[in-house]
């Protein structure tokens, strides 16, 4: 293990060393920078199920094989978990293949789920609804996922595995030559592993008395287990063409509250979701609320980011959710603990793109894996760590044999391998082969419809009763809905959720009732609980980059050369003239940790055209945008949902952000 990186997983972050003052500043080229290099056989991004199982496996593929193997994990998150939000009702299907003796050991899926009903809210009343068998909880667990992800990051270390909290991916490490082709057969550069954020850029991006470049992890696999949207999967799906025969993905944002609540009231294990009110019904959406153990409650309410009126905001429909005289009731006297949202992608089988490209393989929610009518995806996540697991350890270890778990039906290791000998990288195409016909493609198949249902012309109303008729048929159709805002002519990088949203001119705006402390809360009181935090003076990781005058919102580090990605006030402007002046400032709005706002702006304009660093200071009829970008709580809703689609979320250094703990 690297001096630098020694006892990175018990260090709470690496924030002593942002306080210090900025005295001379330097020019900043991240290509020139001199760095360390680290030579692994496995570089996983993302320490949550997908990336952990991901690295358990391999390890314990090492016990059985006697095959070296050496993992690193990086994790954004100060700690495992800290980024880390779901739910969680979890299904332990994959956990049992894993991990068969799991409940013998000091696990957190202490809380078994005793009851599983649905309900239908009106404004005032709440009716029980039939409960789709999808949604049948029988033999899964309520517990934290940001607790479970911990868990699962100990059980990896003691098995071996590198991983280090508090070192984001940044950019990937490439090949020097066009040397792979991408999924449509264009000639790319394949990718050799992951560069680390650099920290001690100042915010004009030169390079302050603390500079320290980040680390080169070269690597013969990199597998991108970054949950919904992650910023390298992004890149990578963009530039290797992965989408190519898959649909745009489509989100929803999901918020949650953690509450001790009255004794009386818990009942261990208990799982409500709810349909109906705060959604309109032309609004997919949905609520539930989760009995945890130790007398905690999860509540949360999810938004599908294709919604139309640019007035709605996500926080004020779960604040005035807990209105209901369900949840005042059921919330009365309590305590509110935690607060979080992150977008989960609901798009399932139609919109997953290939898994692998030149270098590397995309795992769990970085590509995409959860059941919507069910609503989970910890289990399809880990599951698809472990067949990239396996495929890559029969690619770097060709000889060896082993007992594959992770879909047997469709992945046996041959004792062959599809990549060169000797090459540098190896082929994750078997992953992306063994994927079709899996227990993940079985479980994403059969409920393909569902989601597109609700996005068709009776809206929610029309959803509940195609999703009626689905589930009895078992997915057993021969069609295959199509998501709204798909209709050929798009890229497939294109957000539709971004092109679903309407004009201000053609919509209402909304009245939200006002906050009842401490049922309901301002979003700044919320966003205290988060614990989020990034290094002071650091370049603003929310870019304006390009989707206003360019092409689509593609990501950033791999442009191909000549694509124009600076922060340029022309760019600035057309933003806050859009978003400002025909979009109601929808990111105000949207943004569940107030980091945008659209502010009088009575300064100077600079020139277009002029110094890049001057293009904060733009702005367009009297307005100009404010990122707090020390708010963030990575959720990526702005990026997805921007109607401009010219926001970019980068990562931040490493170890800033959310520190959730209950989430
Ligand atoms: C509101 C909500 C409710 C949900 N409810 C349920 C439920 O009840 N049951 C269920 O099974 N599923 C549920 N899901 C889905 C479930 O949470 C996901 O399917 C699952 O978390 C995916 O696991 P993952 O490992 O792919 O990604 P994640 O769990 O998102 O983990 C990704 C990790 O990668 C890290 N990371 C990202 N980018 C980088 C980078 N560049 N460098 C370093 N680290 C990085 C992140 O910090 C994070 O720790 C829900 C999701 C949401 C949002
Ligand atoms: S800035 Fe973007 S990613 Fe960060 S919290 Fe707001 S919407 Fe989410």
């Avoid at 287990?225 to 190519?244: D, V």
């Avoid at 004009?503 to 009181?525: G, H, N, Q, R, V």
């Avoid at 400002?580 to 709005?589: F, H, N, T, V």
């Avoid at 569940?592 to 277009?608: H, I, L, Q, R």
Wanted: glycine share 12%.
């Amino acid at each position: 293990m690297l001096a630098r990186l020694a006892g990175r997983r018990s260090h709470p972050s690496a924030f002593w060393i942002h306080s210090r003052r900025q005295a001379t500043y330097t020019p900043y080229n991240p290509d020139a920078e001199a760095r360390e290099e680290e030579q692994v056989d496995v570089c996983i991004v993302g320490a949550g199920p997908a990336g952990l199982s991901a690295a358990i496996r391999l390890k314990q593929l090492e016990v059985e094989t006697g095959k070296e193997i050496r993992v690193v994990v990086l994790e954004k998150g100060s700690e495992v978990g800290a980024h880390i939000l779901s739910g969680a009702v979890v299904e332990p299907s994959a956990l049992d293949v894993l991990l068969p003796d799991w409940r013998l050991t000091d696990h957190p899926l202490s809380q078994p789920v005793t009851s599983s009903s649905m309900r239908l809210f009106t404004s005032k009343s709440t009716f029980p609804i039939p409960h789709p068998p999808q949604m049948n909880n029988k033999g899964n667990y309520v517990t934290s996922l940001s607790r479970f992800a911990s868990w699962l990051g100990g059980v990896a270390e003691e098995l071996g595995v590198e991983i280090y909290p508090g070192f984001a991916g940044a950019r990937f490490l490439l090949s020097d030559e066009l040397d792979a082709t991408d999924a449509v057969g264009g000639q790319v550069k394949s990718v050799r592993g992951v560069v680390t954020h650099d920290a001690g850029l100042t915010r004009q991006r030169t390079k302050s008395p603390r500079f320290e470049p980040g680390i080169a992890f070269r690597a013969r696999a990199t597998l991108l287990a970054e949950g919904a949207h992650g910023s390298l999967s992004k890149t990578a799906i963009s530039t290797y063409n992965l989408r190519h025969n898959a649909q745009p993905q489509t989100y929803g944002i999901g918020l949650k509250e953690v509450w001790r609540i009255d004794p009386s009231k818990h009942v261990p294990g208990k799982v409500v979701h709810t349909i109906g009110w705060p959604m309109d019904w032309s609004t997919y959406g949905g609520g539930w609320e989760y009995h945890m153990a130790d007398g905690l409650v999860s509540i949360g309410l999810v938004v599908g980011l294709d919604y139309k009126n640019p007035y709605l905001e996500p926080y004020r429909e779960f604040q005035r959710m807990k209105h209901h005289p369900y949840y005042r009731n059921l919330l009365a006297s309590g305590e509110r603990l935690a607060y979080g949202a992150r977008s989960l992608t609901e798009g399932g089988i139609q919109c997953l793109p290939r898994l692998d490209f030149p270098g590397g393989a995309l795992l769990g929610c970085s590509a995409g894996v959860v059941n919507t009518a069910k609503i989970k995806g910890t289990h399809n996540a880990m599951r698809t760590g472990m067949l990239a697991a396996e495929t890559a350890f029969a690619e770097l270890h060709p000889g060896a044999t082993f007992v594959p778990i992770a879909s047997p039906e469709t992945f046996k290791p041959s004792g062959s391998s599809e990549s060169t000998p000797d090459s540098e990288i190896v082929s994750l195409a078997p992953y992306n082969k063994a994927f079709v016909g899996s227990p993940v493609y079985k479980d994403l198949w059969t409920v393909r419809n569902v989601r597109p249902a609700f996005g068709g012309r009776f809206g929610t109303l029309g959803g509940v009763l195609y999703a009626g008729l689905d589930t009895i048929l078992g997915g057993r159709v021969p069609w295959t809905l199509k998501h709204h805002g798909d209709n050929g002519s798009n890229p497939s990088t294109t957000s539709p959720d971004a092109l679903a949203t309407l004009p201000a001119a053609e919509c209402k705006p909304i009245e939200y009732p006002p906050f009842e402390p401490p049922l309901s809360t301002d979003l700044m009181s919320s966003v205290s609980l988060t614990g989020t935090n990034h290094a002071e003076g650091q370049p603003v990781h929310l870019r304006v980059m390009k989707g206003v005058d360019g092409p689509a919102n593609t990501g950033v580090g791999m442009q191909p050369a000549g694509v124009d990605v600076a922060e340029t006030p022309l760019r600035r402007r057309a933003h806050v003239e859009a978003n400002a002046g025909s979009y109601a400032g929808l990111l105000q709005k949207a943004c569940p940790a107030g980091v945008y706002e659209y502010v009088s702006d009575d300064g100077g304009k600079v020139v277009p055209g002029n110094l890049e660093t001057t293009a904060e200071e733009e702005g367009w009829d009297g307005k100009k945008l404010v990122i707090n970008s020390q708010n963030c709580i990575h959720c990526k809703l702005c990026d997805i949902k921007v109607p401009t689609q010219d926001i970019t979320w980068t990562v931040p250094e490493g170890g800033g952000g959310p520190k959730y703990t209950l989430t």
